[in-house]
Protein backbone atom coordinates (compact mmCIF):
# COMPACT_ATOMS: atom_id res chain seq x y z
CA UNK A 1 0.00 0.00 0.00
CA UNK A 2 2.58 2.43 0.56
CA UNK A 3 4.38 2.26 -2.65
CA UNK A 4 0.45 2.95 -3.84
CA UNK A 5 0.61 5.71 -2.51
CA UNK A 6 3.71 6.82 -2.94
CA UNK A 7 2.89 6.35 -7.02
CA UNK A 8 0.36 8.62 -7.00
CA UNK A 9 2.01 12.46 -6.70
CA UNK A 10 0.46 15.08 -8.73
CA UNK A 11 1.96 14.71 -12.51
CA UNK A 12 4.55 16.94 -13.68
CA UNK A 13 4.79 19.16 -17.06
CA UNK A 14 6.97 17.70 -19.65
CA UNK A 15 9.24 21.13 -19.98
CA UNK A 16 9.89 21.34 -16.22
CA UNK A 17 13.22 19.49 -14.19
CA UNK A 18 12.56 17.15 -11.75
CA UNK A 19 14.02 16.83 -8.22
CA UNK A 20 16.09 14.52 -9.61
CA UNK A 21 17.58 16.50 -13.37
CA UNK A 22 19.83 14.34 -14.15
CA UNK A 23 20.21 10.41 -13.07
CA UNK A 24 23.49 9.50 -14.10
CA UNK A 25 25.29 12.60 -11.90
CA UNK A 26 25.72 11.31 -8.78
CA UNK A 27 27.03 13.42 -5.66
CA UNK A 28 29.28 12.72 -3.85
CA UNK A 29 28.25 13.68 -0.55
CA UNK A 30 25.17 11.74 -0.75
CA UNK A 31 26.26 9.01 -2.98
CA UNK A 32 22.90 9.38 -4.54
CA UNK A 33 21.61 11.50 -8.07
CA UNK A 34 21.66 14.94 -7.70
CA UNK A 35 18.78 16.45 -6.48
CA UNK A 36 18.60 20.28 -7.55
CA UNK A 37 22.29 20.03 -8.65
CA UNK A 38 24.49 22.62 -8.35
CA UNK A 39 28.65 23.36 -9.77
CA UNK A 40 30.61 24.89 -7.79
CA UNK A 41 33.54 27.06 -9.32
CA UNK A 42 36.09 23.92 -10.03
CA UNK A 43 33.12 22.38 -11.78
CA UNK A 44 32.45 19.79 -9.32
CA UNK A 45 28.74 18.86 -9.21
CA UNK A 46 26.68 18.21 -6.12
CA UNK A 47 23.06 18.09 -4.68
CA UNK A 48 22.20 21.90 -3.27
CA UNK A 49 21.01 21.05 -0.20
CA UNK A 50 24.96 18.66 -0.24
CA UNK A 51 26.90 22.03 -0.94
CA UNK A 52 25.12 23.84 1.58
CA UNK A 53 25.76 21.19 4.59
CA UNK A 54 29.62 21.22 3.45
CA UNK A 55 29.79 25.10 3.12
CA UNK A 56 28.61 25.24 6.69
CA UNK A 57 31.83 22.27 7.60
CA UNK A 58 34.61 22.67 5.61
CA UNK A 59 33.69 24.96 2.98
CA UNK A 60 35.91 23.07 0.54
CA UNK A 61 35.02 20.68 -2.33
CA UNK A 62 34.22 17.48 -1.00
CA UNK A 63 35.96 16.28 -4.61
CA UNK A 64 39.16 18.72 -4.76
CA UNK A 65 39.14 20.32 -1.56
CA UNK A 66 39.37 23.87 -3.50
CA UNK A 67 37.55 26.46 -1.32
CA UNK A 68 34.23 27.25 -1.72
CA UNK A 69 33.80 31.21 -2.30
CA UNK A 70 32.38 32.77 1.00
CA UNK A 71 29.33 34.26 -1.54
CA UNK A 72 28.87 31.15 -3.47
CA UNK A 73 25.28 30.16 -1.89
CA UNK A 74 24.22 33.62 -2.55
CA UNK A 75 24.57 33.14 -6.04
CA UNK A 76 25.72 29.52 -7.25
CA UNK A 77 25.48 28.02 -10.08
CA UNK A 78 22.49 25.89 -10.60
CA UNK A 79 22.10 23.73 -13.69
CA UNK A 80 18.82 23.45 -13.95
CA UNK A 81 15.12 25.24 -13.64
CA UNK A 82 12.57 24.27 -11.34
CA UNK A 83 9.10 25.41 -11.41
CA UNK A 84 9.09 25.48 -6.88
CA UNK A 85 5.35 26.16 -7.24
CA UNK A 86 4.51 22.71 -8.88
CA UNK A 87 7.44 20.96 -6.74
CA UNK A 88 6.30 22.06 -3.83
CA UNK A 89 2.51 21.21 -4.77
CA UNK A 90 3.38 17.38 -5.21
CA UNK A 91 2.27 15.16 -2.41
CA UNK A 92 0.39 11.83 -1.52
CA UNK A 93 -3.17 10.98 -2.65
CA UNK A 94 -5.15 10.04 0.00
CA UNK A 95 -8.52 10.67 0.96
CA UNK A 96 -9.17 12.72 -2.27
CA UNK A 97 -6.42 15.22 -0.72
CA UNK A 98 -2.90 15.34 -1.50
CA UNK A 99 -0.33 15.51 1.33
CA UNK A 100 3.30 16.34 1.86
CA UNK A 101 6.08 15.93 4.43
CA UNK A 102 7.06 19.37 5.61
CA UNK A 103 9.83 20.42 8.49
CA UNK A 104 9.78 23.12 10.63
CA UNK A 105 12.19 26.57 9.86
CA UNK A 106 12.28 29.60 12.08
CA UNK A 107 9.51 31.34 10.73
CA UNK A 108 7.56 29.06 8.78
CA UNK A 109 7.50 25.44 6.90
CA UNK A 110 9.47 23.77 4.17
CA UNK A 111 8.80 20.89 2.51
CA UNK A 112 11.15 18.37 1.73
CA UNK A 113 12.28 17.54 -1.59
CA UNK A 114 10.76 14.66 -3.43
CA UNK A 115 13.07 11.90 -2.37
CA UNK A 116 13.38 12.39 0.98
CA UNK A 117 9.24 13.28 0.87
CA UNK A 118 8.95 9.62 -0.53
CA UNK A 119 11.40 7.83 1.64
CA UNK A 120 9.57 9.19 5.05
CA UNK A 121 6.09 8.35 3.68
CA UNK A 122 7.33 4.50 3.22
CA UNK A 123 8.10 4.46 6.29
CA UNK A 124 5.20 5.98 7.61
CA UNK A 125 2.97 4.18 5.50
CA UNK A 126 4.94 1.11 6.95
CA UNK A 127 3.83 2.16 10.75
CA UNK A 128 7.35 2.44 11.65
CA UNK A 129 7.79 4.44 14.77
CA UNK A 130 10.98 6.35 13.60
CA UNK A 131 13.41 6.11 10.07
CA UNK A 132 16.68 7.34 9.81
CA UNK A 133 17.44 9.56 6.58
CA UNK A 134 20.84 10.77 4.94
CA UNK A 135 20.74 14.70 4.31
CA UNK A 136 23.28 16.38 3.20
CA UNK A 137 25.87 14.45 4.68
CA UNK A 138 23.93 13.74 7.46
CA UNK A 139 22.37 11.21 9.34
CA UNK A 140 18.94 11.94 10.92
CA UNK A 141 16.56 10.14 12.56
CA UNK A 142 12.65 11.38 11.94
CA UNK A 143 10.44 10.16 15.09
CA UNK A 144 6.68 9.43 13.88
CA UNK A 145 5.42 9.27 17.74
CA UNK A 146 6.85 12.91 18.94
CA UNK A 147 7.15 14.36 14.85
CA UNK A 148 10.38 15.71 15.50
CA UNK A 149 13.39 15.65 13.50
CA UNK A 150 16.88 15.08 14.69
CA UNK A 151 20.64 14.50 14.42
CA UNK A 152 21.70 10.81 15.12
CA UNK A 153 24.66 11.93 16.95
CA UNK A 154 23.36 15.30 18.13
CA UNK A 155 19.37 14.18 19.38
CA UNK A 156 19.63 18.09 20.94
CA UNK A 157 19.41 19.37 17.37
CA UNK A 158 16.14 19.05 16.57
CA UNK A 159 13.01 20.60 14.57
CA UNK A 160 9.31 19.69 14.25
CA UNK A 161 8.21 18.30 11.45
CA UNK A 162 4.86 17.56 10.11
CA UNK A 163 2.31 15.77 7.33
CA UNK A 164 -0.01 18.24 6.39
CA UNK A 165 -2.00 18.59 3.00
CA UNK A 166 0.53 19.75 -0.12
CA UNK A 167 -1.50 23.24 -0.69
CA UNK A 168 -0.82 24.29 2.80
CA UNK A 169 1.19 27.32 3.05
CA UNK A 170 5.11 26.93 2.89
CA UNK A 171 8.27 29.13 2.62
CA UNK A 172 9.39 26.46 -0.05
CA UNK A 173 11.04 23.44 -1.31
CA UNK A 174 14.07 21.86 0.87
CA UNK A 175 16.00 25.93 1.51
CA UNK A 176 14.61 26.79 -2.32
CA UNK A 177 12.32 29.79 -1.62
CA UNK A 178 8.79 30.08 -3.37
CA UNK A 179 8.58 33.48 -4.79
CA UNK A 180 7.53 33.79 -7.91
CA UNK A 181 4.75 31.38 -9.73
CA UNK A 182 7.90 30.25 -11.57
CA UNK A 183 11.56 30.77 -10.49
CA UNK A 184 14.95 29.71 -11.93
CA UNK A 185 16.25 27.85 -8.85
CA UNK A 186 19.29 30.23 -9.05
CA UNK A 187 16.99 32.77 -7.59
CA UNK A 188 15.97 30.91 -4.78
CA UNK A 189 19.18 30.59 -3.22
CA UNK A 190 18.98 33.68 -0.78
CA UNK A 191 17.24 30.66 1.68
CA UNK A 192 21.49 29.88 1.83
CA UNK A 193 22.03 32.99 3.75
CA UNK A 194 20.11 31.16 6.99
CA UNK A 195 22.80 28.82 7.23
CA UNK A 196 25.49 31.05 7.50
CA UNK A 197 23.43 32.88 10.00
CA UNK A 198 22.54 30.20 12.43
CA UNK A 199 23.64 26.94 11.54
CA UNK A 200 22.19 25.29 14.14
CA UNK A 201 19.16 25.76 12.16
CA UNK A 202 20.66 25.28 9.18
CA UNK A 203 19.49 21.37 5.40
CA UNK A 204 16.29 16.64 2.57
CA UNK A 205 15.46 16.94 4.17
CA UNK A 206 16.72 19.00 11.02
CA UNK A 207 17.70 20.65 13.99
CA UNK A 208 15.97 23.82 13.05
CA UNK A 209 16.69 20.70 8.93
CA UNK A 210 15.06 21.29 6.83
CA UNK A 211 18.51 20.25 8.45
CA UNK A 212 21.95 20.73 8.95
CA UNK A 213 22.89 22.18 11.21
CA UNK A 214 20.74 22.04 9.56
CA UNK A 215 21.14 22.57 5.83
CA UNK A 216 18.22 22.17 4.49
CA UNK A 217 16.66 24.90 6.42
CA UNK A 218 15.32 28.34 6.06
Not at 77 to 82: D, F, Q
Not at 133 to 147: N, T, V
Request: charged share 30%.
Amino acid sequence: MAEKAIAKTIPTTADTSTSEDDPSTECAVCLQPCVYPVQLPCKHIFCFLCVKGVTTQSKRCAMCRREIPPDYLLNPELLSKVDLTLEGGRGFEEGGEYWQWFYEGRNGWWVYDERTSQEVEMHYKNGDQRCELLIAGFLYIIDFELMLQYRRNDPSRRRRVKRDVATGPKKGVAGLRIEQEVVEVVEAVDAAVDVTVDTADATQAIDDSGSPADANVD
